[in-house]
T-cell receptor, first 116, second 113 residues
């Protein structure tokens, strides 16, 4: 089972460059999330989506954009890369039914991004 | 604003020892609390999920407890093994919104052979 797949695994960007981090899930989950993890810190939510065509900001959305055209895909776009965006990015997905208390999020392996 | 704190930040124990990892949260209005494991260079793997109405969950050598009123959870690992070495993250799902997890910074566990 593939689960949540993220590409690329590593990337080095120059300041001002743009890139898209790809995320795909094959579990037919309706919810998808993007987090960033800085060294020694917990994960912080960037954006999330509750279904195709619906996205919303998380705790740290500045400098990022997302779209959700299909259930499976949730790409994260960095338009003008800055050193402050050097981090490890994780995509996650979950199925949200009526029982919110039983939700489990499934994570991809992450994308390690350096902006120099 | 919900905040999650994990103590200690790092822990080193000899193989075979029983150990406890601690997690505290500031707002008791949560749907659930989850414990994750993170290996270096890897994503997160969910270990245990405790719903707000539950007191504990068990999986193999792992036991997680939840005291929602005091804002605390513990992860108990019995008979630790070198393969348990990883970072353990605690996260809560606050009520009042969609399923947005709030994470602690984690406890890095090293089990020495």
């Amino acid at each position: 089972n593939a689960g949540v797949t993220q590409t690329p695994k590593f990337r080095i960007l120059k300041i001002g460059q743009s890139m898209t981090l790809q995320c795909t899930q094959d579990m037919n989950h309706n919810y998808m999330y993007w987090y960033r993890q800085d060294p020694g810190m917990g994960l912080k939510l960037i954006y999330y989506s509750v279904g195709a065509g619906i996205t919303d900001k998380g705790e740290v959305p500045n400098g990022y954009n997302v779209s959700r055209s299909t259930t499976e895909d949730f790409p994260l776009r960095l338009e003008l890369a800055a050193p402050s965006q050097t981090s490890v990015y994780f995509c996650a997905s979950s199925y949200q039914g009526h029982a919110l208390a039983k939700n489990i999020q499934y994570f991809g392996a992450g994308t390690r991004l350096s902006v120099l | 604003k919900q905040e999650v704190t994990q103590i200690p930040a790092a822990l080193s124990v000899p193989e075979g020892e029983n150990l406890v990892l601690n997690c505290s949260f500031t707002d008791s209005a949560i749907y659930n609390l989850q414990w994750f494991r993170q290996d270096p260079g890897k994503g997160l793997t969910s270990l245990l999920l405790i719903q707000s109405s539950q007191r504990e969950q068990t999986s193999g050598r792992l036991n997680a407890s939840l005291d929602k009123s005091s804002g605390r959870s513990t992860l108990y690992i019995a008979a630790s093994q070198p393969g348990d070495s990883a970072t353990y993250l605690c996260a809560v799902t606050p009520q009042g919104g969609s399923e947005k997890l709030v994470f602690g910074k984690g406890t890095k566990l090293t089990v020495n052979p």
